[in-house]
């Protein structure tokens, strides 16, 4: 028996915007975790996580892949030429686009989002909850793994005006994608990512940004703002120096402020005002290797550290959460999210 019920449509929308705490932090833990992970313990996972209520319904939203194309569509692909590498090759280590002269070809049998394969599944059933449209790789991601990531670092100095032209069709491309999950769908958010961070630092300075990311970023958000949803972004690693940039687009929601990279303190102090946190839970060091114990201190200090009265935090784990994580430590975050969540915003 869930041991909550979750949120509604109208709590979670009013946590986002900053108009007010839920009856308990809202919480998505299940959106990063799979009970098919743990193979042959896989029951005893999917009972513990059916105690617990996921504030979200999510979909995913069939993106094209790079080389491989639906048979009903061959066009339904982000080049338009087969994969000449071997079986297996990882893409961050190849450029699958090795010569930008091919970009005219590319952009001309470019994928259309009204292939109807983009959506796979009917709506959610309609039950007041949340509803949240994903897809993986925004623009850096997606322009790495089609060049690899060196040329990808070095495109911005030395092929500006091919990105240009690359990120343009992708927005466009993208905007086709929001309006259908809205019509079709009845979505309240469209969700990404771009892990456009390092350990320690941005993958690149705040020029690049500003001029090959910024532009495409906000038009996205705006759009999908005209479309009546939020917009929610997860980006790995340090990004401190992009979250004002963030907040001056639009962004709704930032996931997931990664533990280790950056003081949470800090941000929440500088930023938690003005932008929605997807607090999300360290996966690399405290829930394989921590003790209940660790990971119930751990969701304290975070609901200690980002929670207003108005608002603008949730939680979630801060990856996907892998098969060393300990049936007890999934535990004790679901709990003590629940438990502790309650009473903070009592």
Not at 91 to 96: E, F, G, H, M, N
Not at 312 to 334: C, I, Q, S, W, Y
């Amino acid at each position: 028996m869930m041991l909550d019920k979750p949120l509604s449509r109208e709590e979670l929308k009013n946590v986002i915007e900053g108009k007010g705490a839920a009856r308990r932090i809202p919480m998505m833990i299940h959106e990063w975790i799979s009970p098919a992970t743990f193979k042959e313990r896989a029951g005893e996972y999917k009972t513990v996580l059916d105690q617990y209520p996921c504030d979200t319904v999510r979909t995913y939203l069939n993106i094209p892949a790079v080389f491989d194309a639906p048979p009903e569509d061959p066009s339904y692909r982000w080049l338009n030429f087969d994969n000449p590498f071997p079986q297996g090759t990882a893409l961050d280590a190849v450029s699958a686009l090795d010569d930008w002269a091919r970009l005219d070809g590319v952009l001309a049998d470019f994928p259309s989002p009204e292939y109807p394969g983009l959506i796979t599944k009917d709506p959610p059933p309609e039950n007041g909850v949340y509803r949240v449209g994903l897809w993986w790789y925004w623009l850096f991601e997606r322009l790495w793994s089609i060049r690899g990531m060196e040329n990808a670092l070095c495109d911005f100095y030395e092929n500006g005006r091919e990105v240009h032209r690359l990120f343009r069709a992708l927005t466009d491309f993208y905007k086709g994608v929001a309006a259908r999950g809205r019509r079709e769908l009845g979505l309240d958010a469209i969700w990404t990512s771009d892990d456009i961070g390092m350990q320690t630092s941005p993958f690149f300075s705040i020029d690049v940004f500003r001029e090959f990311f910024k532009p495409y970023y906000k038009e996205l958000i705006d759009h999908v703002h005209s479309l009546g949803m939020h917009f929610w972004l997860h980006t790995c690693g340090n990004i401190k120096p992009f979250i004002p940039e963030f907040i001056e687009i639009g962004l709704d929601v930032l996931h997931p402020i990664q533990k280790y990279t950056m003081a949470e303190e800090e941000i929440a102090a500088e930023f938690g005002r003005d932008i929605c946190i997807w607090g999300g839970m360290d996966v690399q060091r405290i829930i394989p290797y921590g003790t209940p114990d660790d990971v119930r201190r751990e969701v304290r200090f975070m609901f200690d550290t980002y929670f207003r009265r108005d608002g603008r935090f949730m939680l979630t784990a801060g990856n996907g959460m892998t098969v060393d994580t300990p049936l007890e430590n999934l535990k004790a975050l679901l709990d003590e999210a629940l438990r502790y969540g309650i009473k903070i915003c009592g």
